[in-house]
Structure formats: structure tokens, C-alpha cells
């Protein structure tokens, strides 16, 4: 009989131990979903069509133009919970920073500014895309070839860390 109880209580403190709604749930990110993640590709990026060689440099501007590269990530990313979630973060290993941003028009010019997190409001999706919110890599050491999938991790506020893979496209 004592083993059937301490048996009991064990299972009593995981299901409760899952239920606990304020602790984030670690990779599983359950009620965000993210579609179409996708890094465009730039002109003069190493073989922007795939299967062919990546062209060398001939000149000095050729070698200035492979230094770090800074560059944007978009995706739909979908809360199907009650509840309303934010994008608190990213992190990559083929950046050297990352930063969530913003991008409007202003005096007739882009302009793109950090933001401390993306909100994605419950039962609903937020679009990163060009003239808006977006995630940006800055200090790219290695330019990434069309086809590429790149592994990016997402930390949201409730749903915790959730890893996705991001393609390379052409523009």
C-alpha cells in the first residue's frame, strides 16, 4: 500500500508540475506557430543560383563586399492561445548580433529602429516583413547560398524558446 501512495503522489506532482500556466514551456512554444520563415538573399551573396560556383574576388571592392553582412529574417508567426504573447527574442550562431526591429517610412525614408519585443495578440498572427517588423542579423561572417536553411531560436514571454529554420530566397 505505501508504494501505490508514493506512486500516486509522484504522478499527482508532474500533473501539477504541467499544469502550471506561469512557467514557460520550455521548447515546445504550443500555441505559437511559425510559417514561411525565409533570409533574402542579396545581390552578390555566393552563388545566388544554386548550382553554381561561387565566384572569387578579382578586385579589392570584390573583397570589401564579403565582410559581415547585416540582414533582415521575415516569417508569420501565429498565437493560437487565449492569451496574448511577445517576441522577446532571437539567436543564431551565424550572427554575430541579433535584434528585433521595426521599419515605417519617415521623411520619405525607410528608417528601421530595435524594439524590445514583437506583441502577437491571442488568437491572432503578426507578419514580419519588409516596412515592418522584422528580425535583423547583423555581422553575417559567411554569406549564406540560396537553398541554405539557417537555424534561428525565437524566445517568447509565455511559450519559451522555440527553434525554427529559416531558407535562404532569392529577391
Known amino acids: 500500500m505505501h508504494r501505490y501512495a508514493v506512486l500516486v ?18 521548447n515546445s512554444g504550443a500555441n505559437i506557430q511559425v510559417n514561411d520563415a525565409w533570409l533574402r538573399a542579396v545581390p552578390g551573396m555566393a552563388a545566388n543560383t544554386p548550382g553554381m560556383p561561387t ?5 579589392p571592392t ?8 547585416d540582414l533582415p529574417v521575415y516569417m508569420t508567426i ?3 492561445g487565449s492569451q496574448i504573447d511577445r517576441l522577446l527574442k532571437a539567436e543564431t550562431a551565424i550572427a554575430q548580433k541579433v535584434e528585433l526591429h521595426t521599419a515605417a517610412m519617415k521623411d520619405g525614408q525607410m528608417k528601421m529602429a530595435p524594439v524590445d519585443n514583437i506583441e502577437i495578440p491571442a488568437g491572432g498572427e503578426v507578419k514580419l516583413q519588409s516596412g515592418s517588423y522584422h528580425v535583423m542579423l547583423f555581422g553575417i561572417t559567411h554569406e549564406p547560398k540560396v537553398g541554405d536553411v539557417i537555424s534561428l531560436t525565437l524566445t517568447f514571454e509565455k511559450a519559451g524558446t522555440l527553434p525554427i529554420q529559416v531558407e535562404v530566397r532569392k529577391p
Open 9 to 26: 503522489l509522484v504522478f499527482a506532482l508532474l500533473f501539477l508540475g504541467a499544469c502550471n500556466s506561469n512557467a514557460p514551456s520550455g
Open 55 to 59: 565566384p572569387e574576388p578579382t578586385k
Open 62 to 69: 570584390d573583397v570589401a563586399h564579403m565582410a559581415p553582412l
Open 78 to 80: 501565429r498565437n493560437t
